[in-house]
Every structure is written in structure tokens, then in C-alpha cells.
């Protein structure tokens, strides 16, 4: 088994450091090479999984109608979410953009398969197979911040519309939904702490030794 230098961790640490969630004000109109689509889809099967059940699947999305119908259901629920905002955290919550459903020339639909019969590992925690897909798409995040590709994880979406636009199996689950594609900067920070929207936890905030 390979072993790897300093240097060599250095830069998966700068990778993890500079990975962005990028949106539709950052994609360019061009077109992501299937060389790179297929790198991307390579290295999320490689991700770890409960089991070896490698329970995801992948839906690639180039067709503009298809992309439309899916920005019609993030419009929809991002009027309910802006209900969901009070007061000043509203109007900066309208301005925001958070999404690139159309502007980002491939769209990727990540979806959870269960299983049929037991899996190793996930008999007392069901929603393993679930984290198992979210470290495919974490493979898929990374890879594609080391080819200058952006990615964008939209959430802002009725899963079981997607579904039916996308013409899924009724026992799958959508896990993510990802915009893609080659973008003119990627920001020093993530959007949201340069909007102050939140502010970045501190390692003392979150960390405990043996017990809470």
C-alpha cells in the first residue's frame, strides 16, 4: 500500500481548505468536458460505504428542459423558505443566490438505493446508507476543486418532484442535488461567512475529551 509524503497531505489539506459551495453568479457558459464528469462519478464509487453496499446512483443532467422543470420546484420552495426569515435576515435572505440550476451546464442528481435484504454495519443504524452517499459526494466536492471545476449543492428543492421529473424508482432517495461546471473565481472564503451569515465555529466551540 502507498504511502504518502508531507507535502502530498499538505495539499489534500489545501484542497479541504479551499473547496467552495459555488453559485449561479460564478458558473461560465463553458461546457464541462465528459472526461471530467467521469473522474468525478469515478471517485464518489470509490467512496467509503457501510458494508461495501455502495448504495448511490447518479442521474447526469445536460437537458435544458429537464434543468427548467427542476429550477421551477427550487423556486417554489425558496418562497416558503424566505417565510421561514425574519425581518432583516429575510431581505438578505432574498438577495441571496443559491443556486445554478441553469447557469452551470451539468447538473448531477446523487440518490441513496436501499437495499433489498440486511447490510453489514447498518442493522442498528439505518442512516448509514445515507451517510455513505454524502462521503461519495464529498469525493465528487473535492475532485472536482483539484480540476478548478466548481460544484454547488442545492437543497432548496422538493425531493419527491425532483424524483418524478427525473423519473426515479420509488425507493430511492435524493440525497443531493449538484450543479457543475467551470466558474470565473472561486471566492477566499465561503459566500455565506464573507456575508456574515453565520460565523465559522471555533475548534474549542465543538470539541469534548471522553464525555460532553
Known sequence: MRKFTDAEAGLLEELILNRRDVRGNRFIAAPVEDD????????????????????????????????AKIKETFCEENEKAAGVFK??????????????????????????????????????????????????????WLMARALNIGIGWVSILDPEKVKSILKAPP???????????????????????ILEWEKRKQKDAVLFFDSY
Open 87 to 140: 425581518d432583516e435576515k429575510q431581505q438578505e435572505y432574498i438577495r441571496l443566490k443559491l443556486e445554478g440550476i441553469i447557469e452551470a451546464p451539468v447538473n448531477i442528481a446523487v440518490f441513496y438505493k436501499p437495499a433489498v435484504g440486511p447490510v453489514l454495519g447498518q442493522t442498528s443504524m439505518g442512516e448509514v446508507g445515507l451517510y455513505s452517499v454524502i462521503c461519495a459526494v464529498q469525493n465528487m
Open 36 to 67: 471530467i464528469i467521469s473522474k468525478l462519478i469515478s471517485v464518489a464509487l470509490n467512496a467509503p460505504s457501510v458494508g461495501f453496499s455502495q448504495p448511490w446512483e447518479f442521474v447526469i443532467i445536460k437537458d435544458a428542459t429537464i434543468k
Open 171 to 193: 425507493a430511492n432517495k435524493l440525497v443531493a442535488y449538484l450543479c457543475v461546471g467551470h466558474v470565473d473565481q472561486f471566492s477566499d472564503k465561503p459566500e455565506l461567512e
